[in-house]
């Protein structure tokens, strides 16, 4: 690079040794961005999840002290839309919206109709260490599905589903709204913490990159 790179750009290759599981490389880049000094937990949340992905649970749990040590906490994902003026909230698993069990019933429903166009969920991103049927139900109820569920079961078919997100779009939400946006005939606009997603007829305008 003909410019020195900032955290961000160290960060960046933080995310792409998650990405390709690339330890090794990971432990030297957190190192650098160390000395540069985190700008927030995503740093400590990549490394973590570097180790989850490998199967080094106990290096993502010492990881994960470290950032508690050093002062920074990991907000919980949490996801809203706006329906009529009110605005609805969702974290992941939550039961708590009037309408729940309606929610987790079209969720069930999508499940059934994406995994005949080829869906399997990716479980990497699921960062405890469950048994895999348990890490497939705790990839279904993240609050970004919840909400564009809702969404789905409240707004007029004409109408597009936006929610907002406070974290990053998980890579198996991102597949799986696509394939919805293709089953459902629907428009889904997601903003996270990085970007604006259009999902439209099973494609996003991210281009699988973001």
């Not at 000395?35 to 199967?55: D, Q, Y």
């Not at 907002?164 to 606009?189: A, E, P």
Request: proline content about 2%.
């Amino acid at each position: 690079m003909r410019m020195k790179a900032d955290v961000r750009v160290w960060g960046a290759l933080l995310a792409a040794c998650r990405v390709h599981k690339n330890i090794d490389l990971g432990k030297q880049v957190v190192r650098v961005i160390q000395k540069l000094g985190p700008e927030g937990t995503g740093n400590f949340i990549l490394l973590s999840n570097i180790f989850s992905v490998a199967g080094r649970f106990d290096a993502a749990a010492e990881v994960r002290i470290i950032q508690k040590e050093k002062g920074f906490k990991k907000s919980p994902g949490c996801s809203w839309i706006e329906i009529n003026d009110s605005l609805h909230a969702f974290i992941g698993g939550d039961r708590s919206h009037p309408r729940s069990p309606e929610i987790h019933q079209e969720l069930h429903n999508i499940l059934v109709d994406i995994n005949k166009l080829g869906y399997q969920a990716d479980t990497s991103f699921v960062l405890q260490d469950l048994e895999e049927e348990e890490k497939e139900k705790a990839l279904l109820y993240h609050s970004e599905k919840l909400a564009i569920a809702f969404g789905i079961l409240t707004l007029s078919e004409d109408k597009d589903i936006f929610v907002t997100k406070n974290l990053r779009v998980c890579g198996d939400c991102h597949t799986v709204i696509k394939y919805l946006s293709l089953v459902r005939r629907r428009d889904i606009i997601v903003r996270d913490a990085n970007m604006f997603h259009h999902f439209k007829n099973g494609q996003c305008s991210c281009g699988d990159f973001w």
